[in-house]
């Protein structure tokens, strides 16, 4: 039997004293007698270290209830959360996530339950969420593996959702984006700085990855078929030509998430070549896969214009998607330059469908808007 005891001594409670303010509690001897009382001023650290020789302590009640009043005092202070931050705040719980999966520090039941959060956020605003996917922001390369598959999970859950598909088969499908390169995880990261080819070794690991990923979940107590076979053949292609099996009929969601993770691929810049435009991926996607309606479905979920990509107007401004039109193709965009395409503070809102304003088309060279702040184009959103 364990017994607490209602005796902190005093090095364990150093985050809670500051010098020369005020005690928050009193401070007693190894005797239990009293050595400074609440509100006595701690005067410098020689004097903490004198109390420490003296074997001094506090009361368990007392510090716990200071630490809850400091805890909630800096809730308060803390800003707002926004809806950013808390993107920000799921990749980083995803890199935990995928970190104890591949160690086998937690069960595969932890991915549903991290799908439903970004399921949550997604439906919060989906066009913030499809902005963070395509926009031009940080060149993380290190977390190239995470925001990939994070990414592709924002784009399959928006396609499932306009093909009308159950919510069971959303979630598969969901996971197996949060998940189908688990075995490659670092590979990707090594391979978004790499400026030479893929390496004899490299290829070896990218075309085992699909089969070893299905391994690795199947170790961590997945049993979802739907998910695990998505995983097995997502580099599969109707009519044979993929891999690893080279098999010619491939499942639907299978299909949906090759897509995803296509496109994605090419929008996503590496160290040594630039990202493609949106519009050229989704024109190569439907050139590879013409009249293929789950190609389509995902064309048709991100739009022409998707939120994030930028774009020139009539106007001569450069500015970027912020808002996927109801109908049509006639985005409302946020500017990041002025009329004579020069980038500048100052950010208007335009709806493109006004002919003054009207899309010319995406901006190929993107290296003057190398980085956009969703904080700017958006304002703040609450998290």
Known sequence: MT???????????RDLLRIGHPLPFRVLDSQGRLLLNEGHVLADEAQFEALVERGAWAER??????RAAQAEAARKKAPPQSLFDRWEKL???????TRALIRRQTPGSAVPAFFASLQAL??????V???LCVRPGDRRFALYGLTHMLHCAVVVTLTARHLG????????????????NLATLELQATMSEQDTPPTARQLEQIRAHPEATVQLLRAAGVDDEAWLTAIAEHHEQLGGGGYPKGLAEVGELAQVLRAADVFMAKISPRAKRPQMTPQMATRQLFQQRPGDPLAMAMIKTVGVHPPGCLLRLSSGEIAVAIRRPAKGTNPLVATLSDQAGKPIGATHRRDTAQPEFA?????????????????????????
């Open 3 to 13: 017994v607490t005891s209602d005796r902190i001594p005093l090095p364990q409670v």
């Open 61 to 66: 009640a007392l510090v716990e209830a200071e």
């Open 91 to 97: 990749l980083w719980e995803f890199d935990k996530l």
């Open 122 to 127: 997604v439906d919060m605003d989906p066009d």
């Open 129 to 131: 969420a499809l902005f």
């Open 165 to 180: 598909w159950p919510a069971a088969q959303e979630t598969a499908l969901g996971c197996a984006a949060l998940t189908m």
């Open 359 to 383: 899309v010319q088309g995406p901006l190929e060279d993107a290296k003057a808007f190398p980085r956009v702040l969703p904080e700017r184009v958006y304002g703040w959103i609450p998290g």
